[in-house]
């Protein structure tokens, strides 16, 4: 199926996409629309620590810029461009793994803590980005991969080396089989990419031995956290790199690490998504609202420990604990830790950011949250509660390396999940549609109180790529469920920065590592840069306006009398005046109320006010 032109020109053109105030015409309100007495969250206060507000932007660092023609991004590639950053208006740069690999899951199996994989540079080119990055007043946070390293590692392969028993075996997960002959795994844990978790090795007399762990794939070992020597190793890996001059870490599957005692079987099977199944149907077909999870609705939490006895065990707090004093003994101004942490409800959640813990985790629900008013506004508020339980702020987030984009996830009827990737097989998503509701979703995002994080391409409007042909995927994910879950290659395909150039001016090569579909012709930083209306401008717009007002610090209260279909709250703060943001997701166009100055719509206004799928930005005198 082919999916609709995206026209950046016409369709999706907002009156005013800078922070210049443009008035509605004949905009009349609605007396029964009101500001509710019940303040849903108070904000942090002008001189807020920089992390709780921050924008900050992912890069993958292979589908960035590729600054020496392998068809590979590379560190100076990211260097060379990171003024394009500057430009959008982010605080912070998040660089998705760099370090030497093997890239059996695209650098997230490290075989070296402190070295740069030659395909990315060299140690001399993390320091010139950090350095530039810092001239363009750009902090840098980098992926840490505690959970597992490479079986490349030098530690895994001196394991392999040594003996059952052996001080080296001790520092990974290695266990006798079940059975008789021990020829069966040592019990039912699954791999998140599909399979067994365990994988057996060869002695070295030639004999059938151990197993060992790995969550992930077959080439990523998991640690012992119980060991000394695996958290002492982690201390000093944090240290090197905040000596280099990083401000902080987002920290891998930070819900691992710690596995319940005795390795007891599992009951569920292992996802990252908390989203085993994909339902719903294609955007034409009636999806049943009731077959979606409710976001509220996460069960109980000591059931979650249980039935996944490798998620969420409570010796993690110690680990971030001990982290948190290595990286306040670093001082002014604060070095942070991200919790990438797929945990369930988020009253467990919200622990990984208790005051002496890490500094902020990923909202996955908000990620998670289906296209529908009701939904979000519930999430927002729990999201808010949950946070303001332990003193956080709400980190919030739409799309990254691992999940279908916004963009596209929204081409779908609302409800419609795609946890596993899309292939041409699959129902096609409306690129329109998608793009139209994506950027009235990022503006609600950006309204809110919090930090929040943006996935490289979102600027553009980028959508997945949802026909790469099968045998260029990488995902470790397809090859180990046989075709079966087609994996996240869809949303790593590399930036078109050039429309027309040979790999759209990517990189020297004509060819990138994976091919980028014809359509991103025309969402190129170049096609999009200066045009009104284009999904980059209004990115700059919402980061100015929302830098302007302030917005991550702001209270937050919701907005009573516009009924089911939109969400509406107004961000405020002392000294300025209050923003209100209306997220219209119904099919009636609504109205602003009297007194409103538009600063940045997400989409072309009606003459009458808000139309359908469109989020609205405005001063409310
Ligand atoms: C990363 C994935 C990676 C997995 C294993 C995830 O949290 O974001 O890209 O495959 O951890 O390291």
């Known amino acids: 199926m082919t999916q609709s032109a995206v026209d950046l020109t016409t369709p999706l053109t907002a009156p005013s996409i800078r922070p210049l105030i443009a008035r509605l015409p004949d905009l009349s309100g609605d007396a029964t629309v009101r500001e509710s007495a019940v303040v849903t969250h108070h904000g942090a206060g002008p001189d807020a620590a920089w992390w709780r507000q921050a924008v900050i932007y992912q890069i993958y660092p292979r589908s960035w810029a590729d600054s020496d023609g392998d068809g590979i991004g590379d560190l100076p590639g990211i260097t060379a461009r990171l003024d394009h950053l500057s430009r959008l208006g982010v605080d912070a740069i998040w660089l998705s793994p760099f370090y030497t690999s093997p890239q059996a899951d695209a650098g ?159 009951q569920e099977r292992t996802t990252m998504l908390g989203d085993t199944v994909s339902d719903g149907a294609a955007v034409s077909d009636d999806v049943d609202v009731d077959d979606v999870d ?111 984009r916004h963009t596209t996830r929204l081409g779908y009827a609302p409800g419609y999940r795609v946890p596993n990737g899309i292939s041409a097989d699959d129902a096609q998503p409306d690129e329109a549609l998608g793009l139209h509701r994506a950027r009235a979703a990022t503006a609600l995002m950006l309204a809110l109180p919090g930090s929040a994080y943006l996935y490289q391409g979102e600027e553009l409007g980028l959508p997945d790529s949802t026909d790469l042909p099968h045998h260029v995927r990488q995902d470790p994910t397809f090859g180990r469920t046989d075709g079966q879950e087609i994996g996240r290659d869809g949303c790593r395909v590399p930036l078109p920065w050039v429309g027309g150039a040979p790999s759209l001016g990517f990189g020297p090569a004509e060819a990138t590592w994976l091919p980028q579909p014809a359509s991103y012709d025309h969402y190129a930083v170049d096609r999009q840069e200066g045009a009104t209306g284009s999904t980059l401008e209004l990115y700059r717009s919402l980061l100015a306006a929302r830098r302007d007002l302030s917005l991550g610090t702001g209270s937050l209260s919701f907005v009573e009398g516009y009924g089911n279909d939109v969400v509406t709250f107004v961000n405020d703060a002392e000294g300025r005046d209050r923003l209100l943001v209306v997220a219209n997701l119904g099919e009636t166009t609504v109205m602003l109320p009297p007194g409103c100055e538009v600063i940045v719509a997400s989409g072309p206004l009606a003459e009458a006010g808000v139309p359908t799928d469109t989020t609205v930005w405005a001063r409310w005198l």
Not at 158 to 167: F, I, K, N, Q
Not at 225 to 233: D, F, K, L, Q, S
Request: one cysteine or more.
């Open 294 to 404: 409710d976001v509220d609705d996460a069960g109980d939490a000591d059931d979650h420990r249980v039935d996944t006895p490798y998620w969420d065990q409570d010796g993690v707090h110690e680990v971030y604990r001990a982290w948190r004093r290595v990286l306040d003994g670093y001082g002014a101004p604060d070095r942070i830790l991200c919790a990438e942490a797929w945990v369930e409800p988020q009253s467990r959640a919200v622990l990984y950011v208790r005051p002496d813990e890490m500094h902020q985790a990923f909202n996955f629900d908000f990620l998670q949250t289906p296209w529908r008013a009701p939904d979000l506004t519930s999430v927002i508020k729990s999201s808010l509660r949950a946070a303001d339980s332990v003193g956080a702020p709400s980190t919030w987030v739409l799309s990254n390396h691992d999940v279908v």
């Open 108 to 266: 997230y199996d490290v075989a070296d803590y402190r070295d740069v994989d030659p395909l990315f540079g060299t140690l001399g080119d993390a320091d010139a980005l950090i350095a530039r990055a810092r001239e363009l007043d750009l902090r840098v946070i980098v992926d840490l991969v505690p959970n597992h390293s490479s079986d490349e590692h030098a530690w895994f392969q001196a394991a392999l080396a040594a003996a059952p028993g052996s001080a080296e075996r001790d520092l990974y997960m290695f266990r006798e089989g079940a059975g008789d002959a021990g020829e069966l795994p040592p019990n039912n844990w699954q791999s998140v990419f599909g399979g067994p978790a365990w994988t057996r090795i060869t002695e070295g007399d030639g004999q059938a031995g151990q197993w060992y762990l790995h969550l992930f794939d077959p080439k990523q070992p998991d640690f012992n956290w119980e060991h000394p020597a695996v958290r002492a190793e982690f201390e000093s890996v944090l240290r090197f790199w905040l000596d280099r001059g990083v401000d902080g870490f987002r920290v891998d599957v930070a819900h691992g690490l710690i596995k319940a005692d005795g390795l007891p079987d599992a």
